[in-house]
């Protein structure tokens, strides 16, 4: 009887040691994520400031040679 009761405890002990580490590690993932996420935005935002700040005719320009390179 003793036995079982510290297997039991002994198996209460693994499963919140498990639950504890299982959610470390879905903290963790979930920072990565948002750290991705944030410099992915960044980015995205500093590509579509610096296509803002072109003028109509550098950016008719460019299309234009991109298209002769393509042909």
Not at 8 to 19: A, G
Not at 28 to 39: I, P, R, T, V
């Amino acid at each position: 009887m003793l036995e079982t009761e510290y297997l039991n405890r002994q198996n209460m002990v693994v499963d919140s040691v498990t639950k504890k580490l299982n959610y470390q590690v879905a903290v963790q993932n979930a920072l990565e994520d948002q750290e991705s996420q944030h410099m992915i935005n960044w980015i995205e935002d500093k590509v579509n400031q610096d296509i803002s700040n072109l003028d109509q005719d550098e950016m008719i320009n460019v299309c234009v040679a991109n298209l002769k390179k393509m042909a």
